[in-house]
């Protein structure tokens, strides 16, 4: 009997990016997915929670003494302008050593990488434990029906991952240089300053909220939260709206907002700066004798994975595979690795992302191909 031929990352890169996937429409990505992975024998569930498409697939035995799991996500941001271009955005094509793509850095080529090193691998030597692959189509949305609901699926059904790798682009500028062993967590406000509306002939006869707002701003944009952490960067805070919606240049506004975005390291929490910003907020309001309301929004908590096995783990094979030891970084946004770390050890290692989520995003062919073979390392070493 003729063995299988190895599946080829980038012909399924290709294919993935095919599918227009942008969050949360399918296009045939999870599916196309589904029928690969049950066709090499792994036992497939959809798990798919409102408009969300999500993939649960294992080889092995349900509860098998070692288990590895890989995470990614197939939905994609809009394209934009399509004239901004050089190829279609969806069009997969290879040229110049590169696939082009919307998708094709973040992160389409690390769930095929990792799809196609799976095959191979539970085909070529079976081992003993299971291989999971989870899968979601909300990852650039909000997350909430994504890898959160795959987790309480598999609370339900009893199933369980050792160790998880996810497959978001982390290389800054060549495969092998940074491994993600924590994230910052993310946090936004959304901040209503109300005073009284009137003529700007005469300001007595009314409460301007612009100034309150500005004080607020500055003593939030001057605040030193911290000076960094052992693995952590300083903690940020970044305004990145003021508005009025005043068209007027006689109307004293009635109210004005601020929105402004916090990347926090492991010395806070979503709640302790949250308390920090609604102290702020009412000792603005106080002085200035106006109203004050925060709508604050958690993405995600920060998170670390201490330097240890998964991280020697897949060091070893990206150091093995493209001679290069990588350095353990929590730089960047956040990713689902946020929910997968609350399950078991996660770090994330993937492509180069320099041109992700941008009008022409590409990746070098040969880059998902040493991709491939260091997650099949990362099977060989873990089972081996």
């Not at 970084?329 to 041109?355: I, K, N, W, Y």
């Amino acid at each position: 009997m003729t063995e299988p031929a190895p599946v080829d990352p980038v012909a399924l890169t290709a294919a993935l990016i095919r599918c227009p996937s942008v969050t949360p429409v399918e296009a045939g990505a999870i599916r196309l997915l589904h029928e690969l992975l049950e066709g090499a024998g792994f036992e497939c569930h959809r798990v798919d929670r409102g408009e969300t498409p999500n993939l649960y697939a294992r080889w092995g035995a349900k509860g098998a003494a070692k288990t590895f799991g890989f995470n990614g996500h197939t939905d994609v941001v809009p394209p934009g302008d399509d004239a901004l271009w050089s190829v279609p955005p969806f069009s997969g094509e290879v040229k110049d050593g590169e696939i082009w793509g919307r998708g094709a850095a973040d992160m389409k080529s690390g769930v095929a990488a990792f799809a196609a090193a799976a095959v191979d691998f539970v085909r070529a030597t079976p081992p003993d434990g299971a291989v999971v692959l989870a899968i979601t189509g909300d990852e650039e949305g909000d997350g909430g029906d994504g890898t959160p609901a795959l987790l309480d699926w598999m609370a339900a059904e009893g199933e369980r991952l050792d160790l998880c790798l996810v497959g978001e682009p982390t290389c800054p500028e060549r495969l092998g240089d940074t491994i993600k062993i924590g994230r910052r967590g993310s946090m936004n406000a959304h901040v209503t300053v109300t005073g009284r509306q009137g003529h700007s002939a005469y300001p007595h006869r009314a409460l301007n909220p612009l100034p309150a707002l500005a004080a607020l701003a500055s003593r939030l944009a001057a605040a030193e939260l911290d000076q960094g952490s052992e693995h952590f960067d300083a903690t940020t805070l970044a305004l990145t709206s003021i508005d009025t919606g005043n068209t007027a240049t006689n109307v004293i506004p009635g109210a004005a907002r601020l929105v402004l975005n916090i990347r926090f390291n492991d010395h806070h929490s979503g709640a302790s700066l949250s308390d920090w910003l609604r102290a702020e907020a009412a000792a603005v309001a106080e002085e200035f004798g106006v109203g004050v309301d925060l709508r604050l929004t958690i993405s995600g908590e920060s998170f670390i994975t201490p330097p240890g096995r998964l991280s020697d783990l897949v060091s070893g094979a990206v150091e093995a595979v493209t001679g290069v030891r990588p350095e353990l970084s929590t730089t960047g946004g956040t990713s689902d690795a946020r929910f997968m770390r609350a399950h078991c050890p996660v770090v994330e290692f993937g492509l180069v992302g320099q041109t992700m989520h941008q009008a022409d995003e590409r990746v070098k062919t040969a880059d998902i191909e040493g991709l491939k073979a260091v997650y099949r390392r990362v099977l060989e070493d873990y089972f081996g």
